[in-house]
């Protein structure tokens, strides 16, 4: 019914700068948060960044002041622009979207298929 589409990441050095996107489709009635979550090896996965559908951003401490998220409603698509890369942002970034679609009242967390960013020192 939803699928969410990824694209962008990549190779970059510390210090240069990547970006993702991701759009929903299918039958969507209303998008709450959209966001990314990113999952290193190893590690558990965490929230990176997040947008209301007001438009209200929400950030981890560890990229705060330098990843940017967006969000074009009437596309139905979400953004994340990464600067000041490090090697520690090397990991697999995942989209999510909570979406109503037409044949349901509840919203429902939808994820992207994952897409690998990695920082070379």
């Known amino acids: 019914q939803v699928q969410l589409g990824q694209s962008g990441g990549g190779l970059a050095q510390a210090g240069g700068s990547l970006s993702l996107s991701c759009a929903a489709s299918g039958r969507i009635f209303s998008i709450n948060d959209m966001g990314w979550y990113r999952q290193a090896p190893g590690k558990q996965r965490e929230l990176v960044a997040s947008?209301?559908?007001?438009?209200?951003?929400n950030y981890a401490d560890s990229v705060k002041g330098r990843f940017t998220v967006s969000r074009d409603n009437p596309k139905n698509t979400v953004y994340l622009q990464m600067n000041s890369l490090k090697p520690d942002d090397t990991a697999v970034y995942y989209c999510?979207?909570?979406?109503?679609?037409?044949?349901?009242?509840?919203?429902?967390?939808?994820w992207g298929q994952g897409t690998q960013v990695t920082v070379s020192s």
């Open positions: 947008m209301s559908s007001r438009g209200v951003p």
């Open positions: 999510y979207a909570a979406i109503r679609t037409t044949l349901s009242i509840n919203f429902v967390t939808y």
